[in-house]
Protein backbone atom coordinates (compact mmCIF):
# COMPACT_ATOMS: atom_id res chain seq x y z
CA UNK A 1 0.00 0.00 0.00
CA UNK A 2 3.10 2.43 -0.46
CA UNK A 3 3.60 5.13 -3.11
CA UNK A 4 5.92 3.10 -5.32
CA UNK A 5 6.06 5.22 -8.08
CA UNK A 6 6.33 3.71 -12.63
CA UNK A 7 4.12 6.30 -16.96
CA UNK A 8 2.15 5.13 -19.75
CA UNK A 9 -0.78 5.71 -21.21
CA UNK A 10 -4.36 5.58 -19.74
CA UNK A 11 -6.38 2.55 -19.83
CA UNK A 12 -9.54 2.07 -22.13
CA UNK A 13 -11.64 4.82 -20.69
CA UNK A 14 -15.49 5.90 -21.09
CA UNK A 15 -16.77 9.25 -22.21
CA UNK A 16 -16.45 11.11 -19.10
CA UNK A 17 -12.40 10.29 -19.08
CA UNK A 18 -13.17 7.26 -16.48
CA UNK A 19 -12.39 3.71 -17.33
CA UNK A 20 -15.46 2.44 -18.39
CA UNK A 21 -16.93 -1.19 -18.12
CA UNK A 22 -14.95 -3.85 -19.96
CA UNK A 23 -16.00 -7.07 -20.69
CA UNK A 24 -13.18 -9.93 -19.72
CA UNK A 25 -15.23 -13.26 -21.47
CA UNK A 26 -15.85 -13.63 -24.62
CA UNK A 27 -13.81 -16.25 -27.31
CA UNK A 28 -11.52 -14.12 -29.10
CA UNK A 29 -8.56 -14.13 -26.78
CA UNK A 30 -5.08 -13.31 -27.96
CA UNK A 31 -2.73 -15.74 -30.48
CA UNK A 32 0.29 -16.26 -29.14
CA UNK A 33 4.05 -16.92 -30.76
CA UNK A 34 2.88 -20.29 -31.91
CA UNK A 35 -0.63 -19.03 -33.31
CA UNK A 36 -2.46 -20.58 -30.26
CA UNK A 37 -5.26 -18.17 -28.51
CA UNK A 38 -4.28 -17.22 -25.12
CA UNK A 39 -6.91 -16.99 -22.35
CA UNK A 40 -9.03 -13.55 -22.18
CA UNK A 41 -7.79 -13.45 -18.58
CA UNK A 42 -4.89 -12.93 -17.33
CA UNK A 43 -3.73 -16.24 -15.24
CA UNK A 44 -1.85 -13.77 -12.40
CA UNK A 45 -2.15 -10.39 -12.09
CA UNK A 46 0.55 -7.83 -10.46
CA UNK A 47 0.13 -5.03 -9.12
CA UNK A 48 2.30 -2.07 -8.02
CA UNK A 49 0.13 -0.01 -6.04
CA UNK A 50 1.47 3.63 -6.57
CA UNK A 51 0.40 7.07 -5.96
CA UNK A 52 -0.76 7.30 -2.43
CA UNK A 53 1.54 10.33 -1.45
CA UNK A 54 0.22 12.17 -4.71
CA UNK A 55 -2.92 11.48 -3.58
CA UNK A 56 -2.96 12.92 0.13
CA UNK A 57 -0.54 15.54 -1.47
CA UNK A 58 -3.04 16.74 -3.67
CA UNK A 59 -5.49 17.02 -1.19
CA UNK A 60 -3.37 18.66 1.42
CA UNK A 61 -3.20 15.96 3.69
CA UNK A 62 -0.48 14.10 5.44
CA UNK A 63 1.18 10.91 3.07
CA UNK A 64 -0.61 8.61 5.77
CA UNK A 65 -3.76 10.06 4.68
CA UNK A 66 -2.99 8.29 1.25
CA UNK A 67 -2.03 5.34 2.88
CA UNK A 68 -4.97 4.76 4.76
CA UNK A 69 -7.06 5.58 1.87
CA UNK A 70 -5.28 2.47 0.33
CA UNK A 71 -7.31 -0.27 2.40
CA UNK A 72 -10.56 0.39 0.13
CA UNK A 73 -8.51 0.17 -3.17
CA UNK A 74 -6.51 -3.81 -1.62
CA UNK A 75 -10.06 -4.60 -0.50
CA UNK A 76 -11.80 -3.72 -3.87
CA UNK A 77 -9.15 -5.33 -6.16
CA UNK A 78 -8.60 -8.25 -4.45
CA UNK A 79 -12.70 -8.72 -5.48
CA UNK A 80 -13.03 -7.60 -9.00
CA UNK A 81 -9.94 -9.85 -9.82
CA UNK A 82 -11.19 -13.02 -8.03
CA UNK A 83 -14.78 -12.24 -9.45
CA UNK A 84 -13.30 -12.14 -13.17
CA UNK A 85 -11.40 -15.34 -12.58
CA UNK A 86 -7.53 -14.12 -11.89
CA UNK A 87 -6.15 -17.43 -10.51
CA UNK A 88 -2.96 -15.06 -8.67
CA UNK A 89 -2.73 -12.20 -7.72
CA UNK A 90 0.31 -10.36 -6.36
CA UNK A 91 0.24 -6.56 -4.32
CA UNK A 92 3.70 -4.69 -4.31
CA UNK A 93 3.16 -3.73 -0.72
CA UNK A 94 6.27 -2.39 0.44
CA UNK A 95 10.23 -3.04 -0.94
CA UNK A 96 13.16 -3.17 0.34
CA UNK A 97 13.70 0.54 -0.55
CA UNK A 98 11.07 1.75 1.28
CA UNK A 99 12.93 1.40 4.42
CA UNK A 100 14.49 4.35 3.23
CA UNK A 101 11.52 6.21 4.26
CA UNK A 102 11.03 8.71 7.11
CA UNK A 103 11.00 6.47 10.18
CA UNK A 104 7.38 7.92 11.14
CA UNK A 105 6.13 6.76 7.69
CA UNK A 106 7.37 3.38 7.72
CA UNK A 107 6.07 2.90 11.42
CA UNK A 108 3.27 3.94 10.21
CA UNK A 109 3.20 1.64 7.54
CA UNK A 110 4.00 -1.12 9.85
CA UNK A 111 0.97 -0.80 12.03
CA UNK A 112 -1.53 -0.05 9.34
CA UNK A 113 -1.00 -2.84 7.71
CA UNK A 114 -0.96 -4.80 10.53
CA UNK A 115 -4.32 -3.72 11.36
CA UNK A 116 -5.68 -4.33 7.44
CA UNK A 117 -4.36 -7.84 7.83
CA UNK A 118 -6.03 -8.68 11.16
CA UNK A 119 -9.37 -6.64 9.86
CA UNK A 120 -9.64 -8.62 6.48
CA UNK A 121 -8.50 -12.27 7.61
CA UNK A 122 -11.81 -13.20 7.90
CA UNK A 123 -13.20 -12.31 4.58
CA UNK A 124 -10.15 -13.56 2.83
CA UNK A 125 -10.88 -17.00 4.35
CA UNK A 126 -14.59 -17.01 3.56
CA UNK A 127 -13.68 -15.97 -0.53
CA UNK A 128 -11.66 -19.07 -0.42
CA UNK A 129 -8.04 -17.08 -1.37
CA UNK A 130 -5.12 -18.45 -0.25
CA UNK A 131 -2.43 -15.91 1.12
CA UNK A 132 1.11 -15.48 0.98
CA UNK A 133 3.81 -12.53 1.65
CA UNK A 134 6.73 -12.23 -0.28
CA UNK A 135 9.77 -11.03 1.45
CA UNK A 136 9.61 -10.20 5.10
CA UNK A 137 12.84 -11.39 5.52
CA UNK A 138 14.45 -8.09 7.26
CA UNK A 139 14.70 -8.13 11.12
CA UNK A 140 13.22 -4.15 11.28
CA UNK A 141 9.58 -6.20 10.54
CA UNK A 142 8.32 -5.84 13.25
CA UNK A 143 7.78 -9.62 15.43
CA UNK A 144 4.67 -9.13 16.11
CA UNK A 145 3.31 -8.31 12.22
CA UNK A 146 5.57 -11.46 10.67
CA UNK A 147 3.62 -13.38 13.35
CA UNK A 148 0.48 -12.16 11.77
CA UNK A 149 1.83 -12.89 8.07
CA UNK A 150 2.18 -16.11 9.57
CA UNK A 151 -1.13 -17.36 11.36
CA UNK A 152 -2.67 -16.09 7.85
CA UNK A 153 -0.85 -18.29 5.91
CA UNK A 154 -1.03 -20.87 7.95
CA UNK A 155 -5.03 -20.22 8.43
CA UNK A 156 -5.99 -19.34 4.35
CA UNK A 157 -3.04 -22.32 3.75
CA UNK A 158 -6.13 -24.70 2.25
CA UNK A 159 -7.69 -22.99 0.49
CA UNK A 160 -7.98 -23.47 -3.48
CA UNK A 161 -9.29 -20.27 -4.81
CA UNK A 162 -7.20 -17.38 -6.41
CA UNK A 163 -3.79 -16.79 -4.66
CA UNK A 164 -3.10 -13.56 -3.36
CA UNK A 165 0.42 -12.39 -2.64
CA UNK A 166 1.72 -9.64 -0.80
CA UNK A 167 5.07 -8.90 -1.35
CA UNK A 168 6.34 -7.05 1.86
CA UNK A 169 9.79 -6.08 2.43
CA UNK A 170 10.54 -7.66 -0.93
CA UNK A 171 13.25 -6.85 -3.98
CA UNK A 172 13.21 -8.55 -6.89
CA UNK A 173 17.59 -8.00 -7.31
CA UNK A 174 17.87 -10.19 -3.86
CA UNK A 175 15.45 -12.93 -4.53
CA UNK A 176 17.64 -13.69 -7.57
CA UNK A 177 20.80 -12.93 -5.04
CA UNK A 178 19.00 -15.29 -3.02
CA UNK A 179 18.71 -18.34 -5.47
CA UNK A 180 22.20 -18.21 -6.87
CA UNK A 181 23.36 -18.56 -3.22
CA UNK A 182 20.94 -21.42 -2.88
CA UNK A 183 22.60 -22.98 -5.71
CA UNK A 184 26.02 -22.64 -4.86
CA UNK A 185 25.32 -24.01 -1.58
CA UNK A 186 23.78 -27.04 -3.05
CA UNK A 187 26.99 -27.72 -5.13
CA UNK A 188 25.29 -27.45 -8.72
CA UNK A 189 27.81 -27.23 -11.15
CA UNK A 190 27.84 -24.10 -13.41
CA UNK A 191 26.58 -26.44 -16.79
CA UNK A 192 23.68 -27.77 -14.94
CA UNK A 193 22.07 -24.31 -14.14
CA UNK A 194 19.32 -23.89 -15.93
CA UNK A 195 15.97 -21.65 -15.71
CA UNK A 196 13.93 -24.13 -14.76
CA UNK A 197 16.51 -25.32 -12.13
CA UNK A 198 17.20 -21.25 -11.31
CA UNK A 199 13.16 -20.82 -10.96
CA UNK A 200 13.13 -24.02 -8.22
CA UNK A 201 15.78 -21.83 -6.12
CA UNK A 202 13.17 -18.55 -6.36
CA UNK A 203 10.96 -17.82 -3.17
CA UNK A 204 7.49 -19.64 -4.41
CA UNK A 205 8.82 -21.92 -7.24
CA UNK A 206 5.01 -22.77 -8.18
CA UNK A 207 3.81 -19.01 -8.77
CA UNK A 208 3.22 -18.61 -12.96
CA UNK A 209 5.11 -16.22 -14.59
CA UNK A 210 3.15 -12.83 -14.41
CA UNK A 211 1.06 -12.63 -17.31
CA UNK A 212 -0.12 -8.55 -16.72
CA UNK A 213 1.50 -5.87 -14.24
CA UNK A 214 -0.51 -3.19 -13.24
CA UNK A 215 1.28 0.56 -12.39
CA UNK A 216 -1.13 2.93 -11.36
CA UNK A 217 -0.04 6.60 -11.01
CA UNK A 218 0.89 6.92 -14.33
CA UNK A 219 5.15 6.29 -13.43
CA UNK A 220 7.01 3.71 -15.88
CA UNK A 221 9.12 1.93 -13.34
CA UNK A 222 9.85 -1.53 -12.84
CA UNK A 223 10.64 -0.63 -9.07
CA UNK A 224 12.70 -4.15 -8.21
CA UNK A 225 9.44 -5.99 -8.20
CA UNK A 226 9.54 -9.57 -9.45
CA UNK A 227 11.92 -9.36 -11.66
CA UNK A 228 12.27 -13.02 -12.82
CA UNK A 229 8.47 -13.59 -13.02
CA UNK A 230 7.85 -10.15 -14.74
CA UNK A 231 10.35 -11.45 -17.53
CA UNK A 232 7.37 -11.31 -20.27
CA UNK A 233 4.63 -10.22 -18.56
CA UNK A 234 2.42 -7.14 -20.42
CA UNK A 235 1.87 -3.11 -19.01
CA UNK A 236 -0.70 -0.95 -18.03
CA UNK A 237 0.55 2.27 -16.44
CA UNK A 238 -3.07 4.06 -15.83
CA UNK A 239 -2.75 7.35 -14.81
CA UNK A 240 -5.30 6.92 -11.76
CA UNK A 241 -4.23 6.94 -8.81
CA UNK A 242 -3.81 4.33 -6.73
CA UNK A 243 -5.90 5.32 -4.13
CA UNK A 244 -8.79 6.15 -6.77
CA UNK A 245 -8.77 2.84 -8.52
CA UNK A 246 -11.40 0.68 -8.57
CA UNK A 247 -13.01 -2.42 -9.70
CA UNK A 248 -14.11 -1.13 -13.55
CA UNK A 249 -10.11 0.60 -13.91
CA UNK A 250 -9.23 -2.70 -12.69
CA UNK A 251 -11.21 -4.45 -15.33
CA UNK A 252 -10.39 -2.00 -18.17
CA UNK A 253 -6.26 -3.22 -17.60
CA UNK A 254 -7.83 -6.36 -17.95
CA UNK A 255 -9.71 -5.51 -21.23
CA UNK A 256 -6.80 -3.97 -22.31
CA UNK A 257 -4.48 -7.30 -21.67
CA UNK A 258 -7.15 -8.95 -23.92
CA UNK A 259 -6.22 -6.94 -26.70
CA UNK A 260 -2.30 -7.40 -26.84
CA UNK A 261 -0.56 -9.50 -29.41
CA UNK A 262 1.67 -11.84 -27.11
CA UNK A 263 4.12 -13.37 -28.71
CA UNK A 264 7.35 -14.25 -26.60
CA UNK A 265 10.01 -13.96 -29.02
CA UNK A 266 7.73 -15.66 -31.95
CA UNK A 267 5.92 -14.29 -34.99
CA UNK A 268 2.54 -14.02 -35.76
CA UNK A 269 0.39 -16.66 -37.79
CA UNK A 270 0.45 -15.89 -41.79
CA UNK A 271 -2.81 -14.41 -42.43
CA UNK A 272 -3.68 -15.41 -46.31
CA UNK A 273 -0.20 -15.64 -47.71
CA UNK A 274 0.80 -12.06 -45.54
CA UNK A 275 4.73 -12.17 -45.30
CA UNK A 276 5.62 -12.14 -41.44
Known sequence: ???????????ATGGNGRPGPARVDGADGQRQGDGTAAPAVPRHVACVMDGNGRWAER?????????????????????????????????YAFSTENWNRPG??????????????????????????????????????????????????????????????????????RDIVEAARSLIRDGTPADQVTERLFAEHLPFPDTPDVDL???????????????????????????????????????????TYRRRDRRFGGLPPRTNGDPR
Open 1 to 11: MTDQGVPGGRA
Open 59 to 91: RSLPRTAGHRAAEATVIDIIEAARAAGVEWLSL
Open 104 to 173: DEVDYLMSLVRRVVRKHAPLLLARGIRCRFLGVTDPRVPGELARDFEDLTTLTGDNRGMTLTVAFDHGGR
Open 213 to 255: VIRTSGEQRISNFMLWKVAYAEWVFPEVLWPDFRAPDFLACLH
